[in-house]
């Protein structure tokens, strides 16, 4: 099979707690090896929005062919929020919002996100959230802080109506069970919700069960490198029980479309040497 892979959930940054590194030629052979064309990277490690972006706007430039942008903007940071997103979007060629709910103290409905979506919908500006729900949270003064809720995946309907223009990308497709059990609810309600599929729960049977719920067209590959290795994602899809064309959807088709990119498809990497 040659089919271009676009890899849209992948980190840039440092983090010592976790061995994480920027060390791009890691990244790259790294890439080779799973035959992966371009990969969508954004950063979460550090606090404000600017330093994110900043981050991620020097890795790629190192090699926009072979990556992409994603800007992390933090509702905790709302002062910044809209002069990140302008410069982001207008001045840095990013290709979509990341935001990562369990670092803010209230879900991702609360009125504090609102003016982050509300510039992204009026610039149709896709939106790729960290999901997850099946563990437990809890409160600091009333106050719902780090925990599964703040991104449940079950929020996003809400959203996804209130702002038709942004196409949310639900990220590890909510991880455990009962998460996918609510993207998949959430997916089928709102044509405009996406499902990525990196996770550290990929259940057997989990690519057919999205596919076969939601159908093929809204179903995204990423991997979470350097979190994860991007070949034990690939191989999820590569055998699951679905058809080849599906396959060639969720490994890159759909995303080149949603994100509105030009791939060289005679110079893809995934053939026969790889799978």
């Not at 940054?13 to 590194?21: E, F, L, M, Q, R």
């Not at 600091?140 to 809720?149: C, P």
């Not at 309600?189 to 939601?214: A, H, K, M």
Request: glycine residues 6%; negative net charge.
């Amino acid at each position: 099979m040659n089919t271009p892979i676009i890899d849209v959930h992948a980190h840039v940054g440092n983090w010592d707690a976790y061995s994480v590194t920027d060390d791009q030629e890691k990244y790259i052979k790294t890439m080779d090896d799973a035959g992966i064309d371009k990969c969508f990277v954004s950063c979460i490690f550090y606090g404000d929005s600017k330093t994110n972006i900043d981050v991620v706007h020097k890795f790629v430039s190192q090699n926009p062919k072979r990556f992409g942008g994603f800007a992390h903007i933090s509702s905790n940071y709302i002062d910044e929020a809209i002069p990140e997103l302008e410069r982001s979007f207008k001045t840095l060629g990013m290709k979509a919002v990341k935001i990562y709910p369990p670092y803010s103290r209230y879900p991702v409905t609360h009125p504090s996100w609102m003016p982050i979506f509300e510039w992204c919908n009026e610039n149709h500006i896709p939106v790729k959230s960290h999901t997850q729900y099946g563990g437990t949270g809890y409160m600091v003064n009333d106050d719902l802080a780090w925990s599964d809720l703040a991104g449940r995946p079950i929020l996003f309907i809400e959203l996804a109506q209130k702002f038709p223009n942004i196409k949310w990308i639900l990220a590890h497709a909510g991880n455990m069970q009962e998460g996918r059990e609510e993207c998949v609810q959430a997916a089928i309600e709102c044509p405009n919700i996406y499902l990525e599929i990196c996770t550290s729960y990929g259940d057997q049977g989990t690519i057919e069960y999205l596919v076969d719920s939601v159908g093929d067209d809204r179903i995204l590959y990423g991997s979470d490198i350097p979190l994860m290795d991007p070949r034990f994602h690939i191989g999820r899809i590569i055998t699951a029980n679905i058809s080849l064309e599906s396959k060639k959807k969720i490994l890159g088709l759909n995303a080149i479309k949603l994100l509105n990119l030009e791939i060289d498809r005679k110079s893809t990497r995934l053939n026969s040497s790889h799978w």
